[in-house]
């Protein structure tokens, strides 16, 4: 299963499923996407189809493994992964290293575990407004989900997960 960033920071107020759905549709996946963000309907750690959490590597757009699988991220260590192994954008872009993301963080709304903390979600990311606080994680700590408070009015990384496995007609 990829996991890809979107292709421009955003602050707390986004569709982020939506933008998720419509990069991956332009550059050419054909799977379904989501947000690696905790909402108002749905735990972060229940993102990806139940049948497909425990048996396919996290891998980014170039297959490299970041996980050896969704369950792993939520472990209790906060998605410990190797900050050597990038995290590109569906442009292609390596959101470590390149300028479009000068904050390198991203967010996610939840606890270490994946559980949505409905009090540190941007108010299930419908505002960026600076009093309003946002759960993120600094990608230089090598954890997804670092436990640190952001104001919602901070641009940051958004990530994309594919939920389900859909198997490569051609292959």
């Known amino acids: 299963l990829h996991l890809v960033a979107l292709n421009f920071p955003l602050s707390g107020d986004m569709r982020a499923d ?3 759905f419509q990069q991956a549709q332009l550059a050419g996946l054909t799977s379904t996407y989501r947000a690696f963000l905790s909402s108002h ?5 229940t993102v990806v189809r139940k049948t497909d959490r425990q048996y396919f590597p996290i891998v980014n757009l170039q297959g490299e493994t970041l996980f050896s699988n969704w369950e792993s991220i939520f472990d209790g260590n906060g998605g410990q992964f190797n900050i050597h192994v990038p995290i590109y954008s569906f442009d292609g872009k390596n959101v470590m290293t390149d300028s479009s993301w000068p904050q390198k ?6 606890t270490a575990n994946g559980n949505r903390l409905i ?10 407004d600076k009093g309003a606080m946002g759960q993120a994680s600094p990608l230089n700590t090598g954890k997804l989900l670092d436990q640190k408070l952001y104001s919602c009015n901070n641009q940051f990384i958004v990530l994309c997960i594919e939920n389900s496995f859909v198997s490569d007609p051609q292959g």
């Open 18 to 20: 939506f933008q998720c």
């Open 41 to 45: 309907l749905q735990d972060l750690a």
């Open 105 to 110: 963080v991203i967010w996610h709304g939840s």
């Open 119 to 128: 009090s540190n979600y941007c108010e299930a990311w419908h505002t960026a």
